[in-house]
C-alpha cells in the first residue's frame, strides 16, 4: 500500500470518528486528539478500525505512534499492510 492509500485511509477513518472535522485541514505534525476534540475511546475507535481495515496490529504500547497523522502514516507504512 503506497503512502498516499495509506494517507486516504487514515483520513477516512478520522472522517468517521470526527464527521464534523475539516480534515483537509488537519496539521500533519499535531496531535489528533487535540485537533479533532476527540476522546481516548474515539482514539480507540480509531485504532481498532486502523486494525480492521489494514490488518495490521496494533498494540497498545505503539498508540503514541499514532497520535500525528504524520506518524500515524509512518508507522502504518513500517507494518505489513494487505493491499
Known amino acids: 500500500m503506497t503512502e498516499a492509500e495509506l494517507r486516504k485511509t487514515v483520513l477516512e477513518t478520522l472522517g468517521h470518528i470526527a464527521p ?4 483537509s485541514a488537519l496539521p500533519p505534525s499535531k496531535d489528533l486528539r487535540e485537533e479533532l476534540d476527540i476522546d481516548s475511546m ?3 475507535n480509531f485504532v481498532i478500525a486502523l486494525h480492521e481495515k489494514l490488518g495490521v496490529d496494533i498494540p497498545e504500547a505503539d498508540y503514541p505512534h499514532l497520535v500525528t497523522l504524520d506518524g500515524a502514516i509512518a508507522y502504518l507504512s513500517e507494518r505489513h499492510v494487505r493491499s
Open 20 to 23: 464534523e472535522a475539516d480534515l
Open 42 to 44: 474515539d482514539f480507540l
